[in-house]
């Protein structure tokens, strides 16, 4: 049965597209973060990084507007 699942996982990760896209921070709506040039499709994980020596801040896409990607961190 873990075997199973071990696989299911496996492929899963073999599919995924290890392509890394780059936007910027155009402005910020309360919890909602707004992106230029980055093209993901909603409910995709993003990673927006903060600097050298802080953590990133991981994100899903929840939609658009106006021309660009909406984000909302976890």
Same mark, same amino acid.
């Given at each position: 049965m873990l075997e199973r699942a071990w696989e299911a996982? +496996? #492929?899963?990760?073999?599919m995924c597209d &290890?392509? +890394? #896209?780059?936007? +910027?921070v155009t402005g910020l709506v309360g919890?909602?973060?707004?992106v230029r040039g980055?093209?993901? &499709?909603?409910?995709s994980l993003c990673r927006i990084e903060r600097g050298r020596h802080q953590q990133p801040v991981l994100c899903e896409a929840v939609?658009? #507007?106006s021309g660009r990607l909406l984000l909302m961190p976890y």
């Open positions: 996982s +496996r #492929q899963q990760v073999e &290890p392509i +890394r #896209q780059l936007g +910027r919890m909602t973060v707004a980055l093209s993901v &499709p909603v409910g939609g658009f #507007q």
